[in-house]
């Protein structure tokens, strides 16, 4: 079993849906959280950190659920450029320690 | 604001060759991280640097070394390369929590 374990999708949703990600860790002691981007063939880019107490940017809201070991990505209005994939990562130790990455969600959005 | 920056951003080599890539860190951040995308797979964590010493360490094969300079840019270097080294390789800094990605090097071994 991978240590962070994401639906792989496709979720295929028109414009205007809004669209959640869930993502599940296995190491209970898991210390850091949080949402990437990747465009093909690009790098990850850094979408969120996902606190206890929750947070938001703008159309985008991540939770974290300490006791059910998951974190979330809910996505508002979609629009046709959030088309990406999505990776969850986890740093077990915390501070300058090594990211662990879920698969990734692959979203399409379409018109 | 500025980002990681990798070098080569493309690079073809043959079975057996060595490789050497460059990753130069967002100015202040301190640590350095190193990961291995293959195709259609999740970025796997290679080696990292805080301070210009080694940190931490995962699946890195012992034909790899990397080292960080006194300027904290650092370099992956890669011999006796096997046509599955061929992926995509991401440098990301940090000075505290948050990881940034540089645009990778793509390496094509043949």
């Known amino acids: 079993r991978k240590e962070v374990e994401q639906d792989p999708g496709p979720f295929n949703v028109p414009e205007g849906a809004t669209v959640a990600f869930n993502c599940t860790y296995s190491?209970?002691?898991?210390?850091?959280f949080f949402w990437y981007r990747q465009d093909c063939r690009k790098e990850p880019k850094l979408l969120m950190s996902?606190?206890?107490s929750g947070n938001e940017d703008g159309r985008f809201t991540a939770q974290l659920n300490r006791a059910s070991q998951y974190i979330s990505l809910l996505i508002r209005d979609s629009k046709l450029s959030d088309s990406a994939t999505y990776l969850c990562?986890?740093?077990?130790?915390?501070?300058?320690?090594?990211?662990?990455f879920g698969a990734g969600t692959r979203l399409a959005v379409h018109p | 604001a500025a980002g990681v920056i990798q070098s080569p951003r493309h690079l073809i080599k043959e079975k057996r060759e060595t490789a050497t890539l460059k990753c130069y860190p967002i100015p202040r951040h301190d640590t350095v991280y190193w990961y291995q995308q293959g195709p259609g797979q999740d970025p796997q964590f290679l080696i990292s640097?805080?301070?210009?010493?080694?940190?931490d360490k995962g699946s890195i094969p012992d034909r790899f070394s990397a080292q960080q300079f006194s300027d904290y840019h650092s370099e992956l270097n890669m011999s006796s390369l096997e046509l599955g080294d061929s992926a995509l390789y991401f440098c990301?800094?940090?000075?505290?929590?948050?990881?940034?990605f540089g645009p990778g090097t793509r390496l094509t071994v043949t």
């Open positions: 990562a986890v740093n077990v130790h915390g501070g300058y320690n090594k990211l662990i």
């Open positions: 640097f805080y301070e210009k010493m080694q940190s």
């Open positions: 190491n209970s002691a898991s210390q850091s």
């Open positions: 996902v606190y206890s």
């Open positions: 990301a800094s940090s000075s505290e929590n948050e990881q940034y």
